[in-house]
């Protein structure tokens, strides 16, 4: 394996990487604190043509494989948690699998105005009484002639009110089981009944919406079934396999921007008439922050490179984001000691680093669900 990124690989990351520098980073604490979300960040990445970087040209996208979509999510949340997850679930989560399992007319339709920026996808999975077992699912589709009549509530979903196309879960046979499950079209603009009743404040990423959604006789009409009937959990599986790496990516961002904020500091900032970097509690410190990033870079460079190369990459895949997720959480937290009160305000980025690491030990399965999926690979 060539651990050395390809001349388009480095030239899609600097681009990313310049743009974040410019444009997000003197805005990230600001639309955070105000709770926004930057409708103009992704306005722009759209002009770069970023909001489809894995999905093909053929639909607006940029034709890159998930190494390439690794990166770019790395680069923003180095310097934006936020950003960074409402961009991974808008690409994993909103436009992949529409690409993976839909018609020619339903990506013509739905797929290429997220790919080409002209629009924000969005997935609802989880309800208020479904966590970790997300199979079990109160939300109902019913057919009704050429329609299908869709009820339910749907809870801690990203990018809802700002989403142009929701990809919905629901029960259509409640006898079939996990064979009982499909996946639905949702136009939040156009589709009567269609409502965002929350949007919830969050201990971090609060410039992401995280939203409660209602489904209230929802009438879509049967061309809205994405792939076919009873196909909707195969689907999730699938999809959660790529969203993996992309959370292991946004994790290696986060710990990457809060390794290099203490790190700069450590340099700059002087005690007892010498940097406090040349103290060595405060250098094995960053020796270990800079370990494990490195540590959660290979694991989702590896799953990614699996994927790529159509290879098993559900054991990769759990362990990046396992791996990568708990090491965005410690780095943080190490950074935010490292600066001591300065890490405590707002004035510095480590505490923001630090409140949006905790979402990515949770979301895309917690870190006691990819235990167990590892565990299984390994057959115990």
């Known amino acids: 394996m060539d651990f050395e990124l390809s001349p ?162 629901a029960v259509t046979d409640p006898n079939a089981g996990y064979d009982g499950i499909s996946t639905f079209i949702i136009d939040p603009q156009n589709d009567d009944g269609f409502a965002v009743t929350t949007v919830w404040d969050k201990m971090g990423l609060n410039c992401s919406p995280t939203c409660e959604i209602a489904l209230d006789d929802v009438r879509v009409p049967a061309d809205r079934l994405l792939g076919e009937a009873g196909e909707g959990w195969t689907q999730t599986m699938k999809t959660l396999e790529g969203g993996r790496i992309s959370i292991a990516a946004l ?61 098993p990459v559900t054991k990769a895949s759990a362990l990046a984001k396992l791996d990568a997720s708990e090491a965005s959480r410690e780095v943080a937290e190490d950074a935010v000691q490292v600066l001591g009160g300065y890490g405590y305000t707002e004035d510095f980025a480590p505490q923001r680093f630090y409140r949006d690491a905790k979402l990515m030990e949770i979301g895309e399965g917690t870190s006691e669900i990819q235990h167990l999926i590892i565990g299984r690979q390994l057959g115990l």
Not at 150 to 166: E, H, M, P, R, W
């Open 251 to 311: 994790s290696t961002g986060l710990a990457q921007g809060a390794y290099e904020a203490a790190h700069q500091y450590a340099q700059e900032r002087e005690q007892f008439g010498k940097p406090i970097s040349k103290f060595d509690a405060i250098r094995d410190k960053l020796v270990d922050m800079y370990r494990k990033t490195e540590r959660a870079r290979l694991l989702t460079h590896n799953a990614a490179w699996r994927y790529d190369n159509g290879k």
């Open 8 to 169: 388009e690989h480095r030239m899609i990351r600097d681009t990313v990487q310049d743009f974040c520098e410019e444009e997000i980073k003197p805005i990230a604490q600001e639309v955070e604190s105000e709770h926004r979300f930057p409708k103009e960040v992704f306005d722009q990445l759209g002009k770069l043509d970023m909001m489809g970087v894995p999905v093909s040209e053929e639909y607006g996208g940029l034709g890159g494989d998930q190494l390439m979509y690794a990166l770019v999510t790395e680069e923003l949340g180095r310097v934006s948690g936020g950003i960074g997850l409402s961009y991974a679930a808008h690409v994993s989560l909103g436009s992949k699998p529409i690409e993976s399992f839909g018609t020619e007319e339903q990506k013509e339709r739905w797929l290429t105005p997220l790919a080409q920026g002209d629009g924000m996808g969005a997935w609802a999975l989880t309800e208020p009484g479904s966590g970790s077992d997300a199979s079990d699912m109160d939300t109902t589709a019913v057919k009704d002639g050429d329609e299908w009549v869709l009820n339910g509530t749907k809870q801690f979903i990203t990018n809802a009110n700002v989403a142009d196309s929701v990809l919905v879960k």
